[in-house]
């Protein structure tokens, strides 16, 4: 086309040039042409530029550009242009690039864990951060290709500082059509990183990971059993049994004192008659040769009752069988006071012997339908034998003949006749009564309390005389403390009344361990708050009331009016109950050893007589005073203390209060004993009876050292672990082998014949129990009979209490103990279970409710979040993070991993509260951890080292106390602990010692999801980020950090 336009032109400028002017003026044709070209030459160029440009040319330009900023040689790299800065480094701004966060705050925490809900998650966020990436150690393979360039990097969020940023973002990011007002409220600003939320625990799940399940529950309810052992075998169960047999012991050694006071009258009367008349003349008196009176009058008796020879006629009278002359003997040697074991008039040793056989043959009664405490029937029985054949061998000699045995047998029924008849029983109430209060308020020294001769101190005297006491006592008030008539529920003051042993006990405990001693504001810390009330007003109260004559039926009308006297007068009464309290609770149990005589005496006849034990097999042990463990062992293997006491067979059925108001409150109300566990399951048939087995199995589950550690795993173990067998499947499983978590695998073996240590209490544990109605009914009865207890209204006091423990489905098919006629838990009889099964709900329920809820998980196990420890914890999201956080429960169960090696962690800040008791919930103070030799490291957040402070796990040398920091980016520390790690290994040996280090590994409580990713500590986030460590891992787990890419160097192929 253009090459005809051009000859058309050439063609034209060959006319004459003549013809060039009237062309010009008449001919347009060169102008049109040039038009109409220049039009479509444009139309062509845009043709182009629209159709063809971009289809063939701009693909190429655009790759050319493309890869001239994209591709990497190692020309960018030695001329370190803006591409390869860029590349290296990564600052964006956060205007257009901005790296959030959202966390999830869990609302429903105590929900999940107690009824199994789903977790209520709430968005909380955002949270705003910048990512800053820096690459180092830049190489290309090629100096002249430079296919690949390989790098290592690590990165920087830096915290937004501007909170409306994280708004400007939701906008740019174009989320706003999802919601008419999305951001109301500033719900779109960056939150501050200082913000409590309640998320997944990671440190804790990390841990049970790493450490199973199983260790952390035999670590973690190890205090609990030790706790236990000491309550139980460590004194405060053993004083609370001896404190409550007081009120019963004083009531025996006052009818024992009270009659022992006929003494005083046999002796009076005897010398009285001796003036007159010879011994012999004496054991011949009859009722119609005895005189009138006999020196009596004194004590208010105005007859003579010495006619002892008419009692020997009486039994001579009614047997013939023997001869009278010869073989009765003659009653003169029980007139010899020298005679000790045999003369009545004896007060050491005779008498005291006399009145047990009185009691013995039925012809006085005491307090107690077994008679004397202190002397079973078999003892007694022993002593008549022995009075026989000494009264015998002084009346007739060696060498006398049954006959002569039989008659003196006879004579000492009599004498027992004669001294119950005539001297004790017309004056009790009387005579004796006086002697007896004269004694409980003149008689200082101890007096013989048993026939068995031990001596007691019951008096007030002692008190006068040893401990300077000083008040006025009325005859009154003697009455209303000791007087057998005044005991009655309106009298707050009698030491017989079991409602009024408590009382008494608090004001003993305020007088001795509050009172001059501690403050009153900080007795909380012992416990003793209780004690107030008892020592301060209702026990002065009562002494006040009696000598003023006020009536105590309306008590609590007394107790107000004994408020309104002087501070003076409340205090003289208060130090006077102190004093009788302290006669009661102090004096009386440990001036002697008749009381720890008499708590011993008062099992064994119980259970001798197997008294009230129809219900369960009968328990055969025979106490001995000293072996007091022995009473808590009986008491956690099958509850037979309380049983004994008061028909109960857990301490938690006592009501709280007094000697019984012991350890914390949540070891009460969580059932301290093994015993109470079998019932709550359904299987009383699992007590322990057996002394010994409780004492192995207690101490096993209550050892600190490895073995106790294992031995408690492996309860846990196989109490939980299904394994099958091949002919029993639950849900498919089942097949030989098969291993599968159950809550409760009722065929685990338990025994551990491959570990010796532990060998014995895994054969009682393997023992297998089976379920029957008969077993539920046992358990039923106890819930009747503790229910028949509680609402006992005689004397106005609930002696036990929270008999809903033991209520089955027989009573309750929808709150009790699912155990009744058919089934026991659903499953129908018989159903065998091991005692392991039973220990190992007690050690869960030890583990969780006494030691992770109570102070650990929660900080009041009543009312628990289930936010601060275990799956979930409160913290905030800069320490979750960056800076690392620690819990609790991860602090103890360290410290009972590692406290035999003496290595320990404790907070910096307050590590003990005002009790004394250990505080775990640490402030940003830090945490200190005590090493061996009195060394200690404080790990807290910007004073270690980064990369000790997020080290995976510490390393302690146990001999030395030195940490050692193998991951360190300090060289010589890392290069110090590989030393000792080889000498470790192959220990150097002298010709006198073998040198030997022992390294202990210990977890590091602190953890971070992005440690220190917020600060600019350059060496340790690439040494951190390098291992790609999560969840802090351990370091070293990939061969490399280096990262590779492709420099573009080769044709691309843009599609």
Not at 212 to 228: G, H, I, K, P, Q
Request: aromatic fraction near 14%.
């Amino acid at each position: 086309f253009f090459f005809f336009i051009r000859k058309v032109i050439s063609s034209m400028d060959n006319l004459p040039r003549a013809m060039l002017k009237k062309r010009q003026r008449h001919f347009g044709e060169t102008k049109t042409i040039y038009s109409v070209v220049l039009i479509i030459s444009g139309a062509c160029i845009l043709f182009c530029l629209i159709f063809l440009w971009p289809q063939m040319f701009m693909v190429s330009i655009f790759n050319s550009r493309l890869a001239y900023h994209l591709v990497l040689d190692i020309d960018d790299f030695f001329t370190c242009d803006r591409d390869f800065q860029d590349f290296v480094i990564d600052e964006p701004d956060s205007s257009y690039s901005m790296f959030q966060l959202y966390v999830f705050n869990v609302s429903n925490a105590a929900d999940v864990l107690l009824r199994g809900n789903k977790p209520i998650m709430a968005e909380t966020g955002p949270y705003g951060f910048v990512k800053y990436t820096y690459k180092y150690d830049v190489s290309f393979d090629n100096l002249k290709n430079s296919n690949e360039v390989t790098f290592k990097e690590y990165s920087i969020l830096r915290e937004s500082t501007d909170s409306a940023s994280c708004e400007d973002m939701y906008f740019r990011m174009d989320r706003n059509y999802l919601q008419e007002n999305p951001c109301k409220g500033g719900s779109c600003k960056c939150k501050s990183l200082d913000s409590k939320i309640v998320t997944v625990n990671s440190l804790f799940l990390k841990t049970q990971w790493q450490e199973t399940a199983d260790s952390l529950l035999s670590r973690f309810s190890l205090d609990a059993f030790v706790e236990v052992r000491r309550l139980l075998l460590g004194g405060p169960f053993i004083s609370a049994v001896k404190a409550h047999l007081v009120v019963r012991a004083f009531k025996d050694v006052y009818n024992f004192r009270q009659q022992m006071q006929s003494v005083h009258l046999l002796n009076t009367a005897f010398a009285t008659l001796r003036k007159t008349l010879s011994v012999a003349q004496i054991s011949r008196l009859t009722t119609d040769s005895v005189p009138s009176t006999c020196g009596l009058g004194v004590y208010s008796i105005y007859v003579c009752p010495f006619s002892i020879y008419s009692n020997v006629l009486y039994v001579q009278s009614l047997n013939n069988d023997i001869s009278k002359a010869t073989d009765y003997p003659s009653v003169q040697a029980l007139l010899t006071v020298s005679n000790a074991d045999i003369s009545f008039l004896n007060a050491e040793v005779g008498l005291p012997r006399w009145l047990s056989i009185c009691w013995w043959q039925g012809k006085l009664d005491f307090n107690v339908p077994a008679g004397f405490v202190t002397v079973t029937a078999s003892e007694v029985a022993a002593i008549y034998s022995a009075l026989i054949d000494s009264f015998a061998l002084k009346a007739f000699g060696p060498g006398y003949s049954a006959n002569q045995r039989i008659g003196t047998a006879r004579v000492v029924d009599t004498i027992t006749t004669f001294l119950a008849a005539n001297w004790i029983k017309p004056y009790l109430g009387s005579a004796l009564t006086k002697l007896a209060k004269s004694e409980f308020m003149h008689v200082a020294t101890p007096v013989v309390c048993s026939a068995t001769g031990l001596r007691c101190v019951w008096q007030l005297a002692y008190l006068r005389s040893h401990s300077g006491f000083n008040f006025s006592v009325s005859s009154g008030l003697v009455d209303s403390l000791i007087d057998l008539q005044t005991e009655r529920a309106t009298n707050p003051n009698s030491f017989y009344k079991d409602l009024n042993g408590a009382p008494w006990y608090n004001s003993y405990l305020y007088c001795t361990q509050v009172y001059g001693r501690t403050l009153e504001n900080d007795i909380s810390c012992s416990n003793l708050q209780y004690t107030l009330d008892d020592a301060l007003y209702s026990r002065p109260a009562g002494l006040w009331a009696q000598d003023k004559g006020v009536s105590t039926i309306n008590f609590t009308a007394a107790i107000h009016s004994f408020k309104q006297q002087s501070a003076a007068v409340r205090h003289y009464y208060f130090l006077f109950a102190c004093n009788i309290s302290s006669l009661l609770y102090e004096v009386y149990p440990n001036a002697t050893n008749f009381h720890d005589n008499y708590v011993v005496d008062y099992f064994n006849v119980y259970f001798a007589s197997n008294v009230g034990q129809a219900d369960n097999a009968p328990f055969n042990h025979t106490f001995k005073v000293g072996d007091w463990e022995d009473f808590g062992l009986a008491q956690w293997g099958g509850g037979f203390i309380t049983y004994a006491l008061e028909r109960v067979r857990t301490t938690n059925q006592i009501i709280r209060d007094g000697m019984w108001r012991y350890g914390r409150e949540d070891f009460y109300s969580t059932l301290v004993e093994y015993s109470s566990w079998a019932l709550l399951q359904g299987y009383p048939n699992a007590f322990i009876y057996s002394i010994s087995d409780a004492r192995v199995l207690l101490g096993k589950l209550a050892s600190a050292d490895d073995d106790g550690f294992e031995f408690r795993r492996h309860i846990s173990s196989a109490g939980t672990t299904f394994i099958g067998d091949g002919s029993h499947f639950v849900n498919g499983v089942g097949d030989a082998g098969d291993l599968a978590f159950t809550q409760e695998y009722n065929r685990a073996d338990f025994r551990c014949d491959d570990n010796p240590a532990n060998k014995a209490a895994c054969d009682i544990l393997a023992a297998n129990f089976t379920s029957s109605s008969t077993n539920c009914y046992v358990v039923e009865a106890l819930y009747s009979q503790c229910l028949r207890q509680s609402k006992f209204i005689q004397d106005n006091w609930i002696a036990v209490g929270n008999c809903l423990n033991f209520e089955t489905t027989i009573s309750s098919p929808s709150n009790g103990i699912k155990c009744d006629d058919y089934s026991i838990f659903g499953v129908k009889h018989p159903y065998v279970k091991s005692r392991g099964n039973i220990v190992f709900k007690m050690m869960y329920s030890y583990a969780l409710k006494l030691q992770l809820l109570n102070g650990l998980w929660c900080s009041n196990s009543d009312s628990c979040s289930y936010e601060e420890g275990g799956l979930f914890v409160t913290t905030t999201l800069r320490k979750y993070l960056f800076d690392g956080y620690t819990e609790p429960s991860i602090l103890k169960y360290l410290n009972l991993k590692h406290q035999q090696n003496n290595i320990s962690f404790q907070c910096k800040k307050q590590p003990f509260d005002s009790c004394g008791l250990q505080r775990y919930s640490c402030s940003d103070d830090g945490v200190v951890m005590n090493l061996p030799l009195n060394q200690s490291v404080l790990l807290r957040y910007n004073s270690l080292p980064k990369d000790e402070y997020f080290a995976p796990y510490f390393e302690i040398v146990g001999e030395t106390g030195e940490m050692l920091w193998p991951f360190s980016s300090n060289s010589s520390k890392a290069v110090r602990a590989q030393l000792l790690h080889d000498f470790e290994a192959t220990p150097v040996q002298s010709n006198s010692t073998n040198a030997t280090v022992t390294i202990l590994r210990v977890q590091n409580p602190f953890f971070a999801l992005y440690p220190a990713w917020n600060t600019a500590d350059k060496p340790f986030l690439k040494e951190y980020q390098c291992h790609f460590r999560l969840f802090g891992g351990l370091p070293g787990r990939f061969p490399s950090c280096e990262d590779t890419l492709f420099t573009g160097s080769s044709p691309l192929s843009c599609r």
